[in-house]
DNA sequence: GTAAAGGTGTATACCGGTAAAGTAACAGGC
DNA sequence: GCCTGTTACTTTACCGGTATACACCTTTAC
């Protein structure tokens, strides 16, 4: 089974085995119906050659390559990171293989990748899209994308997330409590997280000022600066709640950067629950989101939608739970009340 | 321009500009030697229609996918996602797709990836291999390695670097420095690493008793694990180099829980110069590897294999340097002699 | 004993591109 | 006017698989 120079095709395959290509071709299908001489000396020439399949070919002519397609802008954000691998596991467990294409939020990038997707993969996982790019692929190739977007996604419930870590902070008696927000003008999960926040405060009685919205942007760097201009108020919030854990690790940032201790001086509250939020001074309390298992479980629809079993549901929403940590306490006596 | 149910063929532009196929294949291609008036007839027939390649068409017909695939264990390791991003740099700039395909270690997983971009892509990029995994791909498709290992690769000086880690804590008057190993039996940089620490102590009349190298397993756990071992020693270390930060950063967490102080009671130095290590605390000394230069470097690299031009060298090794933070300082007086 | 049914394997026609060879028309050299 | 060269395309033959239809041999039904 030494290298071979020229690749080993079905119809090698075949004249060693003194068959057909399509026996061997439905031999490696696992095809019922042959008997089990001819298929145990197919397998046995299938050895000796060394034969592996050409994904190319096999997608051409029997639209299936047994890759799924994950699109995504980065592979460095935690959020991402963790979804892929319950992607990955899930991916494994049906034999499929699984190819992360990145768009650095580049629109041509991701035409272009969408482009070799359409034709390459059996299906494609969104992930974390900036906008619903899910039109990109028409019907060409099954889509399942994980966020708030798309006809067919996994998400976490985002308004009760919200809900949870503001009426966490109004039950430790905090009133000034401002919001991060995500870029909420493409992404939907962010819009739903600032509505669960504002919904909650107007429910508790609570006005929220204008100037207690800022932009985080889902980074820490966006997350920095808006704490900042938060904390410099002349009236500063005693709280935040940020969109996502990586603006919170930014405002954590500012905080100590502006000498205040979290939390005696500022509460603040997280979303997703990555990993870097149990080792940050101190941890971060923040609203869990099961990200590998959403990326399980999106990456098990959308092998439902390959395979052609409609599946039950096409949009799943999982729960949000509260990880209480050390960076939320009561406000201090002489800040409190607003 | 609707989304057409069918996907739109060669055939059919052709049809719709009154061409054969192959002139409107030759259109794509920017081919030259045809007319003004041909070749914008085409274009108009190509937008009209909505044309897009079928990639997996084009691979099997032309052996070419403009597809380099990327094998890497894990997408989550900062030292892969800076390389990364280099090399994504090198292959948008070149008209290349880059696609990612992780092996999380598993050598089943291993072989089934690397069989499928044997055919799938037109070069492969290995990243951080856990051995010699370019065998695997034979003749089959050019493969440049990121790391020690392979017949062509993009490595750091790994010696000379940690040469220069251990002389600056020699300089700083360090004598019982101890080494926290990456897994050196499979990975030859962690080896190399060792055996430039080892030189230099050798060089300076310091001996290295064997307690002094522990494995720190190129892992955060590990680091840590491997430094509550030689932090409690009945002689412990004053100085400890860690062969990647990871490991260095465990480090650092085991010396705050044994109370110790960094640099005061304990100086520390990694390797990688990854993100994190400008934000723990203290910020950690190390010595830098250009990973997205490397990154881009062993694209390129690649990218002039598979174009045929031979490249000028089949081994770069980039310089390593010193960046010094505030893990680093002499060590107290009544712990500093050996 | 013949027909229908079932199991097993083969022949052929594609999938949507590309390479390579072929053709037609025209220009220029001598 | 003939040969050679060039330009601008077209024709043909694949790349390596899969779907479909069908051919062959037994077995079973009546």
Redesign the pocket.
């Known amino acids: 089974m030494a290298e071979p120079l020229?690749?080993?095709?079905?119809?090698d395959?075949?004249q060693v085995a003194?068959?057909?290509?399509?026996?061997?071709?439905?031999v490696?299908?696992n095809?019922?119906?042959?008997?089990?001489?001819?298929?145990q000396r197919v397998q046995r020439a299938l050895e000796a050659t060394g034969?592996?399949?050409?994904p190319?070919?096999?997608a051409?002519?029997?639209?299936?390559s047994n890759l799924i397609g994950v699109l995504t802008p980065r592979v460095n954000w935690p959020f991402v990171t963790e979804v892929l691998h319950g992607a990955s596991v899930a991916a494994e467990a049906a034999g499929l293989n699984l190819g992360i294409f990145t768009t650095a939020n580049n629109p041509t990038l991701e035409r272009e990748r969408a482009t070799l997707l359409r034709?390459l993969a059996d299906g494609v996982l969104l992930v974390a899209p900036s906008a619903d790019e899910e039109h990109i692929f028409g019907q060409a190739v099954p889509v399942v994308t994980l966020g708030a977007h798309g006809q067919r996604s996994i998400q976490v419930d985002n308004h009760t997330g919200a809900a949870i870590a503001t009426r966490h902070l109004l039950g430790l008696g905090h009133r000034r409590i401002a919001h991060l927000r995500g870029k909420h003008s493409h992404i939907l999960d962010a819009a739903q997280r600032e509505a669960g926040f504002l919904a909650t405060m107007q429910a508790a009685g609570q006005a929220v000022p204008p100037e207690y919205l800022q932009d985080g942007e889902f980074s820490e760097e966006g997350g920095e600066r808006a704490a900042r201009v938060l904390l410099t108020l002349p009236e500063p919030p005693t709280a935040i709640f940020a969109a996502n854990d990586r603006s919170a690790i930014g405002a954590l940032r500012a905080a100590h950067a502006l000498g205040l201790r979290v939390p005696q001086d500022l509460s603040l509250v997280g979303f997703d629950d990555i990993h870097a939020t149990s080792v940050t001074d101190p941890p971060l309390t923040t609203v869990r989101q099961p990200l590998e298992k959403m990326g399980e479980t999106a990456a098990r629809l959308l092998i439902d939608l390959i395979r052609g079993t409609e599946p039950a549901q096409s949009h799943v929403i999982f729960p949000a739970t509260l990880v209480t940590r050390a960076s939320t306490a009561p406000p201090r006596a002489d800040r409190g009340s607003s």
């Open positions: 020229t690749p080993v095709t079905l119809a395959v075949a003194g068959v057909s290509k399509m026996t061997v071709s439905n490696i299908n095809k019922p119906s042959m008997s089990n001489e001819t298929r034969y592996v399949v050409n190319a070919a096999r051409l002519a029997g639209r299936r034709t």
